[in-house]
């Protein structure tokens, strides 16, 4: 089996400020994906990506930057936090290239905090 | 309106009882069903995904699937504390661009 790390657990920021989080996948999956969670709202898409350098938006993107380095990482960006940014942000892997057959594999998750 | 929408949103079963969750699709494109289970401090986990008509299980849960009306359904029997959970769930499209869309989630909680 493999594992998704996801770094840091908590993150507290100021409002505006540009902050970076952390993701690495030992699945050797091809896709990873990042997901804020609302409480209340689900789980919404920010960005995805297939392969090494590769990125697709989704539905939650703008406010938000994102870079896949390696098969193994992927980095999502707040490019301004505000207020309303608190929640938890997920990583996810899967071994396809995107696909209805596919198990996603979640991390445990970044917690956001913007005072 | 959201695609996915779940029902209840929170729901209180005794240990050993039946828990029954609900989930609806508004769009006809997005017809293929997945739950996950995510329990508090972790990141969700799937249970079972479910394609056709009818029914699947998987021990102690069971997903119904009504594809006319994009109703899916997952039952728990014999319920345990260890079940209670936030249960999502997921509905994905046909083909073409994919996107996995998340339901807002039913709060399952199993007294001892």
């Known amino acids: 089996g493999g594992i998704i790390t996801q770094t840091p657990k908590f993150l507290i920021g100021q409002e505006g400020q540009k902050l970076t989080l952390k993701c690495q996948q030992n699945?050797?999956?091809?896709?990873m994906y990042w997901y804020r969670q609302d409480s209340g709202k689900g789980l919404r898409l920010i960005y995805y990506?297939?392969?090494?350098?590769?990125?697709q938006k989704g539905d939650l993107s703008e406010g938000y930057d994102a870079s896949r380095e390696k098969k193994s990482s992927f980095s999502l960006t707040v490019t301004s936090a505000q207020k309303n940014e608190m929640a938890v942000f997920l990583c996810?892997?899967?071994?396809?290239?995107?696909?209805?057959?596919?198990?996603?594999?979640f991390g445990s998750g970044t917690r956001l905090t913007v005072l | 309106q959201q695609k996915v929408q779940q029902s209840p949103e929170s729901l209180s079963v005794p240990e050993g009882g039946m828990a029954s969750l609900n989930c609806t699709s508004s769009?006809?494109?997005?017809?293929y069903f997945w739950w996950y289970r995510q329990h508090s401090g972790e990141g969700p986990k799937a249970l079972m995904?479910?394609?056709?008509?009818g029914d699947k299980k998987e021990g102690r849960f069971t997903a119904h699937l009504n594809k006319a009306s994009l109703h899916v359904s997952l039952h728990i029997r014999d319920s345990q504390p260890s079940d209670s959970a936030l249960y999502f769930c997921?509905?994905?499209?046909?083909?073409?661009?994919?996107?996995?869309?998340f339901g807002s989630g039913t709060q399952l909680t199993v007294m001892p």
């Open positions: 996810a892997s899967s071994s396809g290239l995107g696909g209805i057959a596919e198990t996603l594999y």
């Open positions: 699945f050797n999956h091809d896709t």
């Open positions: 990506s297939i392969t090494e350098n590769d990125l």
């Open positions: 769009d006809r494109n997005f017809q």
């Open positions: 995904s479910i394609f056709s008509d």
């Open positions: 997921a509905a994905s499209e046909l083909s073409g661009s994919w996107q996995l869309i």
